[in-house]
């Protein structure tokens, strides 16, 4: 008697490490309302696929989490991946809590690591597609210069939290990302931290799928050489700028302002700016191509010698309002370039912005003291620093 229950009790012990492991290796779970996505921890590739078995699960996830309307949770591992993985074209809502995962590709492509199935194929069906929303937190991107990390095509109202890229092409891509959401992005060796932009299918236009209104908020980029811009805006207005960081060694832009022509393009405000590049910028920290507008800089400290703006308008007219600069390091005695058709104020700011003879600190299109309402463009008007 005593050895049968030895034996069965052998037998349960099997059975049970037996169903710990299936569980262990089951890597999509769904449970309440949430589906949980376990990495497999190498880079293994599925055979006949070309893709990794963590982009196989990871997809499988995502597809189950839009389709039940449930919450996806990965966890803090290495997920490896070949094509990325996809969101779906027309649910409206995905909420991914990354978990401090690292998403990585180790195929060395030009693909986004988190995209869409498809792109649009025109205009008519990527604003069915903007009534999507979703949000991304607590997600590490790493990938080759060619790797986007984020690219979903048509949003409105995207948030993006906590997400840090290392060696992409940018961070994050918007295009018709509507009233996008980025906040604390952190990047390392990217060319691009993030781009507000305009859809890359037929009939988009800089008129009728833009990113407007969004707001990006602590972002923090530490750059090697970046041939383009930290941050870069196409055809998008109304885009708030607060608390940037941009370090390293140098940037061509650091923040660019894509519009040429652009009619509908009016407003861009930058708050909190520190641009401490040891090479500087190669064109210009802020620069400035559309048709008219306001752009708004309060606050920003530079360190190493570089052009603070560089702004023209065309055919319209530029007002540059510039305040609070409490000290910024010119390059070659100059800190702004007038491309023209546009007028700078700058309100109670510090060394060395804060003289009556402003002249001096301008190259291109020369610039004239004034203050006057009606005294056309290429203005300079000082309300300088009391004390």
Not at 164 to 172: A, C, D, E, T, V
Not at 250 to 255: A, D, E, H, L, T
Not at 312 to 330: D, E, F, K
Request: charged share 15%; glycine share 12%.
């Amino acid at each position: 008697m005593k050895k049968h229950l030895k034996l069965v009790s052998f037998l349960i012990g099997i059975i049970a490490v037996f169903i710990v492991s299936m569980t262990a290796w089951n890597a999509v779970v769904i449970r309440d309302f949430y589906v949980f996505v376990h990495s497999r921890g190498n880079s293994d590739i599925k055979p006949g696929t070309g893709k990794t078995y963590d982009e196989i699960n990871l997809q499988s996830g995502i597809d189950k989490a839009q389709q039940q309307g449930r919450q996806l949770h990965t966890f803090g591992n290495e997920y490896f991946t070949t094509i990325g993985v996809a969101i779906d074209d027309y649910n409206q809502q995905l909420i991914w809590e990354g978990g401090g995962i690292y998403l990585t590709d180790i195929d060395g492509g030009t693909n986004a690591l988190i995209r869409s199935k498809t792109t649009p194929p025109d205009n008519s069906d990527a604003n069915i597609r903007v009534e999507r929303h979703p949000v991304f937190r607590n997600i590490n991107l790493k990938g080759s210069s060619g790797n986007i990390g984020i690219d979903i095509g048509p949003s409105y109202g995207a948030v993006y939290e906590n997400i840090r890229g290392r060696n992409l092409k940018s961070i994050i891509h918007t295009r018709f990302g509507l009233m996008s959401q980025a906040d604390n992005i952190f990047s390392t060796y990217c060319d691009n931290i993030i781009t507000f932009g305009i859809g890359n299918w037929t009939g988009a236009t800089w008129s009728n799928s833009q990113s407007n209104s969004s707001i990006a908020t602590n972002i923090r980029g530490y750059f090697g050489t970046s041939t383009g811009a930290a941050i870069k805006i196409e055809h998008s207005s109304g885009i708030i700028l607060n608390n940037i960081i941009i370090e390293g060694g140098s940037v061509n832009k650091g923040i660019e302002m894509y519009a040429p022509n652009n009619t509908v393009v009016k407003d861009l405000t930058i708050r909190n700016l520190h641009f401490e590049c040891v090479n500087g910028a190669n064109t210009a920290v802020i620069y400035a191509r559309w048709a008219a507008g306001i752009i708004t800089l309060d606050k920003a400290f530079g360190q190493y010698a570089s052009i603070l703006a560089d702004v023209a308008s065309t055919p319209g007219y530029t007002q540059v309002t510039i305040s609070n600069i409490p000290y910024w390091v010119l390059k070659n005695g100059k800190g702004f370039n007038n491309g023209g058709n546009t007028s700078w104020k700058f309100i109670n700011c510090d060394n060395p912005l804060f003289g009556d003879q402003p002249l001096s600190l301008f190259t291109g299109i020369a610039v004239k003291n004034g203050c006057n309402t009606g005294g056309g463009p290429n203005q300079v008007c000082i309300n300088p620093i009391n004390r």
